[in-house]
């Protein structure tokens, strides 16, 4: 099956920073979404994002379908952007799915 | 609408009872996903059903769990006989055909 990896597994960082978090991933895919997972265990998510650039305020995703990679950016952190970060894919090509498989996460904490 | 809604937030269960969970789908979604998170493995699909029918479940652990969708509004997955190391939280999630996929708040089982 394809295979998800993200990059930096942990990150701290002081508020008021920014960061860059990576997807990359082993196969085309059909979809590919951004999630954080709150503290309290929520998903929420931030981005649907299978190809090209999307911004909503202070975070941003690129996704370079062809080169089998996504970037996260996060600017001007703030304390409540802590939690866990995850990347999701659909595998596309022949014989595709449906089947949303999770990166194993990256675990941001960002001090005040 | 409300999102997918999954129930009960919490279980907490003896060794050997039976469990249910159930999720309430976003209305005119054709996909509904089952997932298991666990700090072992992450986030994993345990099966997932197009138009009430189950596509694939090959997630799904032990013949001890089953899942159901008999409308394209409820959806049960059940653990019959349930054991501690099926203490996770789970999740359930829908969507449109290929399109970004939504989650609920997830269950919360403990197994004791």
């Known amino acids: 099956g394809i295979q998800v990896e993200q990059s930096p597994p942990d990150l701290i960082l002081q508020e008021g920073a920014n960061s860059t978090l990576r997807c990359n991933f082993s196969?085309?895919?059909?979809?590919l979404q951004w999630f954080h997972q709150n503290p309290w265990g929520q998903l929420i998510n931030l981005f649907y994002i299978p190809s090209g650039t999307k911004q909503n305020g202070r975070l941003s995703a690129t996704t370079v379908a062809t080169e089998r990679y996504s970037l996260l950016y996060i600017s001007s952190s703030q304390t409540t952007d802590s939690g866990v970060y995850f990347c999701?894919?659909?595998?596309?090509?022949?014989?595709?799915?449906?089947?949303?498989?999770f990166g194993t996460g990256t675990l941001l904490a960002v001090q005040p | 609408d409300a999102g997918v809604i999954q129930s009960p937030r919490h279980e907490v269960t003896e060794m050997g009872q039976e469990v249910t969970l159930r999720c309430k789908p976003i209305?005119?979604?054709?996909?509904l996903f089952w997932y298991r998170q666990t700090m072992m493995r992450g986030l994993e699909l345990l099966i997932y059903f197009n138009n009430n029918v189950p596509i694939d479940d090959s997630g799904m652990p032990e013949d001890r769990f089953s899942a159901k969708m008999p409308n394209a509004s409820f959806s049960t997955l059940k653990i019959q006989p349930s054991e501690p190391r099926d203490s996770a939280v789970y999740f359930c999630?829908?969507?449109?055909?290929?399109?970004?996929?939504?989650f609920g708040q997830g269950t919360r089982l403990t197994v004791v």
């Open positions: 999701a894919v659909v595998r596309g090509g022949g014989g595709a799915t449906n089947k949303l498989i």
């Open positions: 196969d085309s895919v059909n979809n």
């Open positions: 209305s005119g979604h054709d996909y």
């Open positions: 999630a829908s969507s449109f055909p290929y399109a970004e996929a939504f």
